[in-house]
């Protein structure tokens, strides 16, 4: 295993959107065993396989619920619900966060390392963390999840950093 440098804000691979798996072989399994301990080491609670600069349709995530990582493979989100602002962050944007509003219920369908069909739902961090890293699958940052005005300051304010300079605002 191998802990992968985690790719972050202005990286095109972040804005792809992924291939399905086809043939869950070795590497897939080395892919997810790789994502698992870059996910702990940032430490976070997701992992989409874009943020490792692999563009193929692989999340793992930890909800915080004791079931330890779990694996999605060709994952999709099948049902919404409700709604909730809750404070996100992105291994891939490191230093912010964003109260952003997203259903509060989500439930996703995919595939486990054997290749079975698997289902996760739930809301609060279960809920948030799927649609998070399926986002990311789609090439979606939460920055896209933003009100517009929030957007365009939180675009500015990367766009700067990117650039090392200091927004002096307007
Ligand atoms: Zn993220």
């Known amino acids: 295993m191998a802990i992968l440098p985690i790719r972050t804000f202005g990286d095109p691979v972040l804005r792809m959107n992924t291939a399905l798996v086809t043939d869950i072989d070795d590497g897939v399994r080395k892919l997810v065993a790789d994502m698992i301990e870059t996910m702990y080491d940032a430490p976070g609670v997701g992992l989409a396989a874009t943020q490792i600069g692999v563009s193929r349709r692989v999340c793992v995530f930890d909800a915080n619920d004791g079931n330890g ?17 809750y404070d996100e962050g992105c291994l891939s944007v490191p230093g912010y966060w ?7 219920f989500a439930r996703a369908r995919g595939l486990d ?15 948030r963390v799927l649609q998070h890293e399926l986002d990311h699958l789609d090439g979606t940052l939460l920055i896209e999840r933003l009100e517009p005005a929030v957007r365009k300051q939180a675009l500015r304010e990367l766009r700067n950093q990117a650039l090392g300079l200091v927004d002096l605002g307007e």
Do not use: F, K
Request: hydrophobic share 35%; no cysteine.
């Open 69 to 85: 990582a779990q694996v999605l493979i060709n994952g999709r989100i099948v049902e919404t619900d409700g709604e909730l602002v």
């Open 98 to 104: 964003w109260e952003i509003t997203r259903p509060e």
């Open 113 to 127: 390392l054997e290749g079975n069909e698997v289902e996760y739902s739930g809301t609060g961090l279960m809920g």
